[in-house]
């Protein structure tokens, strides 16, 4: 069983900042790209950043010179530090990544429950 738990959500004032952690946890024996969506009330659920096994990494427009994704390898921990944080970023934000439990099987899509960010005065 493998499983994604975010942190790091809640509420802050326009203009601050927060950062989001997901840890992997379960039979891993790999893990390649990892990201961050979010899905805003009424709206679809959209890519924020992701980042290869590499440290490759890409942003959504939006959240460009704003928002940065990170990794810790050994942790297998993926990271989201927002800042300038704006109402219009308030949504449920959920991690991903595509893992494989052992060396035979191929990645497959793993998702967290999400986390809640409003960004509000």
């Known amino acids: 069983q493998v499983q994604l738990v975010e942190s790091g959500g809640g509420l802050v004032q326009p203009g601050g900042s927060l950062r989001l952690s997901c840890a992997a946890s379960?039979?891993?024996?790999?893990?390649?790209?990892m990201g961050w969506y979010r899905q805003a009330p009424g709206k679809q659920r959209e890519l924020v950043a992701s980042?290869?096994?590499?440290?490759?990494?890409n942003y959504a427009d939006s959240v460009k010179g704003r928002f940065t994704i990170s990794r810790d390898n050994p942790k297998k921990t993926v990271y989201l530090q927002m800042s300038a944080l704006k109402p219009e970023d308030t949504a449920v934000y959920y991690c991903?990544?595509?893992?494989?439990?052992?060396?035979?099987?191929?990645?497959?899509?793993?998702w967290g429950q999400g986390t809640l960010v409003t960004v509000s005065s």
């Open positions: 991903n990544a595509d893992i494989k439990s052992t060396l035979v099987q191929p990645y497959r899509e793993v």
């Open positions: 379960g039979s891993i024996f790999s893990i390649n790209a």
């Open positions: 980042i290869t096994s590499g440290g490759s990494t």
